[in-house]
């Protein structure tokens, strides 16, 4: 489904951690419409739901609805700490093209 990188799963812990988050609450990445580019992504600690895909890296996990997980599959989520931006970041084989906040996107085979 996706992948997490090593920096992805450390800072989710600390995040789980630092909200002091309920056993089995993990990241929610959800895709919604809205955007510059006409879809977004959309990120929340939440727990898991009846059809959700749970994807679980070192004892962190992460939750994609049946919505949103065919815009998702082969996406990595990152994690990146940099003097202009830090935060998850969704590197996204399925978008045709990205804003250039790289918080919305368009959709492959809707140009």
């Not at 049946?66 to 990146?80: K, N, Q």
């Amino acid at each position: 489904m996706i992948t997490l990188t090593p920096s992805a799963i450390t800072h989710l812990k600390e995040l789980l951690q630092s909200q002091s988050a309920a056993p089995g609450v993990g990241l929610r990445l959800q895709i919604e419409k809205g955007g510059c580019a006409g879809m977004q992504y959309a990120m929340r600690l939440d727990e898991a739901r009846e059809g959700d895909e749970r994807v679980t890296a070192d004892d962190v996990s992460v939750l994609i609805d049946a919505g949103s997980a065919g815009f998702l599959r082969g996406c990595t989520l990152d994690y990146v700490d940099s003097l202009n931006d830090s935060g998850f970041k969704i590197e996204n084989p399925n978008a045709a093209r990205s804003c250039g906040c790289g918080t919305s996107f368009e959709p492959k085979g809707e140009e």
